[in-house]
């Protein structure tokens, strides 16, 4: 089977692909990246005006004037330059209602070029969008990631988000829809929203290559290492304000008992070699489930702070934890974090969880063969192929 695979945000379809290809599959990635430069096979990276100092300089210009982004319009430049290389696919899968980062009226027509010319269209519900987002200002989740902009509108995150919400999305998001065969929500907090929706198929779970992520026994000697990597743009969406506040009492609470580290902004395989070395990884307090970081840090025995609602843990059937269930509330991760600080031994044993959890649940290969069944059950659409 040949399969594109469209758009990459945190390593998600690569591990599918990896998956896919050990199971005698053609796969191609084509995306956008941003500073953590995950591979593809086709980048429609906007590199002219984005790293050319003067015409990035001219671009900044231009969007103040005009709130245009010519960056938007080389995206689909570079996509449609490379056209015929993305036709003939038995399978397009979109990581997103907007997947190439484009202008909305310009991912429409890349995204209409695509379903034109392949076989079966697929969605996979892994990020922001029209209908998660919806579920959201409908108030449904106790919490989400517009919980910080209830306090504070203007944080750099809300309007990101809140875009899926408005009229031009609204319509890519339908645009999409009638010309997919299914949306694949990969956790709870997209499976939730998406609960009875015609076009949901059950959950399956991120791919990790569990080969490349290997499992390394925690050996606490002198300190317990504590890790914390800030993206910066999304710095109130995760919840970091949080575990920075709790990070400093914890410091002060156990100054020779723990060592903190922290980054900001750096790229994947900076990131990856950081936190090698640490016991705790804090993630995000905005989740119901874990998103691609913490399954990683997961797979290699971390005890990560994250999502764990009790959706999660009922929908896998835990009855230990195998993560920490972080929450918005500064002093339940003090506790937390002190608990496992005053208990190792808790420390090594949710660590031997977390693998086996990510062995059995996320493994690439079976969650790939998971999407290889799901695709293939469904057979061609007449409804598909229609223009922009």
């Not at 390593?11 to 692909?17: D, E």
């Not at 050996?219 to 990597?229: A, K, V």
């Not at 506790?335 to 600080?341: A, E, K, V």
Request: proline share 4%; glycine share 4%; net charge positive.
């Amino acid at each position: 089977m040949r399969i594109l695979l469209v758009g990459e945000y945190s390593r998600f379809h690569n591990s599918l692909k990896e998956g896919l290809v050990s199971l005698g599959h053609q796969v191609v990635i084509i995306g956008d990246n941003d500073f953590k430069n995950y591979p593809l096979d086709i980048s429609v990276y906007a590199k002219t005006c984005k790293e050319h100092y003067w015409l990035n300089k001219i671009r900044q210009v231009i969007f103040k004037l005009s709130k245009i982004d010519v960056a938007q319009i080389e995206v689909a430049y570079r996509f449609f330059k490379n056209r015929k290389k993305l036709v003939g696919f038995d399978v397009v899968q979109l990581i997103n209602e907007y997947p190439l980062q484009s202008t909305v009226f310009l991912e429409k027509k890349m995204i209409a070029y695509l379903f034109k010319n392949n076989k079966k269209a697929f969605l996979v519900s892994c990020g922001d969008d029209y209908i998660s987002v919806k579920h959201m200002l409908e108030g449904h989740f106790k919490y989400s990631v517009l919980t910080p902009c209830l306090a504070n509108p203007k944080l750099d995150h809300c309007k990101y988000t809140l875009r899926y919400a408005t009229k031009s999305f609204k319509k890519l998001h339908h645009y999409v829809y009638q010309n997919i065969l299914a949306v694949i929500p990969a956790d709870m907090d997209y499976a939730i929203p998406l609960k009875n929706h015609p076009q949901a198929t059950p959950l399956i779970p991120h791919p990790i290559n569990t080969a490349l992520n290997q499992y390394s026994p925690l050996h606490i000697e002198d300190t317990i290492h504590i890790f914390h990597g800030i993206n910066t743009v999304n710095y109130y969406k995760k919840g970091n304000d949080y575990f920075e506040k709790a990070l400093a009492i914890i410091a002060q609470k156990y100054p020779n008992q723990v060592t903190i580290t922290t980054t900001r902004s750096v790229a994947y395989s900076q990131y990856i070699q950081r936190y090698n070395q640490c016991h705790i990884l804090l993630d995000q307090v905005f989740s119901y489930d874990q998103g691609f970081n913490a399954l990683e840090a997961m797979a290699k025995g971390k005890v990560v702070f994250t999502g764990a609602e009790t959706e999660f843990t009922e929908h896998f059937n835990l009855t230990q934890k195998v993560c920490i269930n972080a929450l918005p509330e500064v002093d339940y991760l003090v506790d937390q974090l002190s608990y496992l600080i005053e208990n190792p031994h808790e420390i090594h044993a949710i660590s031997q969880r977390a693998r086996a959890f990510i062995e059995q649940e996320h493994d690439c290969i079976k969650v790939a063969q998971k999407y290889l069944t799901t695709w293939e059950q469904y057979p061609l659409n007449p409804v598909l192929n229609r223009p922009a």
